[in-house]
Nanobody
Framework: QVQPVESGGGLVQAGGSLRLSCLAYGSSANGYNVNWFRQAPGKEREFVARIDWRGLNTVYAASVQGRFTISRDNAKNTVYLQMNNLKPEDTAVYYC???????????????WGKGALVTVSS
């Protein structure tokens, strides 16, 4: 599996926006769905959002619904996570992961990126 590569993390004030990118070669060609997860210090990794390989179906965690938008550009082999109205509790390392199923279970992921740090100051 080709490892995805995240980018776009950084420091932002509460109420601000960031867009994360996940470069995943071959993702659409292989029919892979892509998930975003996040892990805050001292906490378990949690599901954030998922998009199917065609970009037609999405699902979000309740905590980000209405603030985050997942999308993909298969011509660029890239999945995006647009994050608006960020809150300090969104501070975490954000990971993208590919799967051939429609699941948020971490053990169903085929490959993971190394993560991108997002820090939201109050």
């Amino acid at each position: 599996q080709v490892q995805p590569v995240e980018s776009g993390g950084g420091l932002v004030q509460a109420g601000g926006s960031l867009r994360l990118s996940c470069l995943a070669y071959g993702s659409s060609a292989n029919g892979y769905n892509v998930n975003w997860f996040r892990q805050a210090p001292g906490k378990e990794r949690e599901f954030v959002a998922r998009i199917d390989w065609r970009g037609l179906n999405t699902v979000y965690a309740a905590s980000v619904q209405g603030r985050f938008t997942i999308s993909r550009d298969n011509a660029k082999n890239t999945v995006y996570l647009q994050m608006n109205n960020l809150k300090p509790e969104d501070t975490a390392v954000y990971y993208c992961a590919q799967t051939d199923g429609w699941s948020a279970s971490t053990d169903r992921m085929l490959s993971w990126g190394k993560g991108a740090l997002v820090t939201v100051s109050s």
